[in-house]
T-cell receptor, first 116, second 109 residues
């Protein structure tokens, strides 16, 4: 089954404790992206990657890091989490950059992060 | 910079009624306007999309109406069902996808 898999689904941590949220896709997609979803703000892009070893900042990259060492994996790293990073996070992938008419974004089921 | 404004933030509709969600955009370079549907505990999934060279796109009970001159587009859900209860996101794309704020739709039996 074609899918984007995120882990963990739920995560509670404390301020300053480094964490990694994993994302893997099995569709051989070149483009991958991370979003955060907050009430009233919609989905905002954190980072994206057009291919292996190619990453770039989205609209809200502060406090986050990513890496793309393999085509299928795109982990999100919070080096020193803070309470304002409490949010619902989604990983997504598509064949090409963005979400063209023939290549919609496929989203994972989300990771709910709470930073106390 | 918020380039896609979506309203209302929440919507309650009776079963069988019409649900209408509106979006307005600023970036005239957008060339693709998708709507994503998100059920609780799930990620968003593409529902229906339109390109700016047409004024309407219909798929089953879901219709996008597009007004290029007004830079507005809307999603109409006819004969709304409880199973349509979800959060809906509009978006515009010009190489990059920009989402609206989302609308939480609840369809009451």
């Amino acid at each position: 089954e074609a899918q984007v898999t995120q882990n963990p689904r739920y995560l509670i941590t404390v301020t300053g404790k480094k964490l990694t949220v994993t994302c893997s896709q099995n569709m051989n997609h070149e483009y991958m992206s991370w979003y955060r979803q907050d009430p009233g703000l919609g989905l905002r892009q954190i980072y994206y990657s057009m291919n292996v070893e190619v990453t770039d900042k989205g609209d809200v990259p502060e406090g986050y890091k990513v890496s793309r060492k393999e085509k299928r994996n795109f982990p999100l790293i919070l080096e020193s989490p803070s309470p304002n990073q409490t949010s619902l996070y989604f990983c997504a992938s598509s064949l090409a950059l963005g979400s063209s008419y023939n290549s919609p974004l496929h989203f994972g089921n989300g990771t709910r992060l709470t930073v106390t | 910079q918020q380039q896609v404004k979506q309203s209302p933030q929440s919507l309650i509709v009776q079963k069988g009624g019409i649900s209408i969600i509106n979006c307005a955009y600023e970036n005239t370079a957008f060339d693709y306007f998708p709507w994503y549907q998100q059920f609780p505990g799930k990620g968003p999934a593409l529902l229906i999309a339109i390109r700016p060279d047409v004024s309407e796109k219909k798929e089953g009970r879901f219709t996008i109406s597009f007004n290029k001159s007004a830079k507005q587009f809307s999603l109409h859900i006819m004969d709304s069902q409880p199973g349509d209860s979800a959060t809906y996101f509009c978006a515009g794309e010009s190489g990059k996808l920009i989402f609206g704020q989302g609308t939480e739709l609840s369809v009451k039996p």
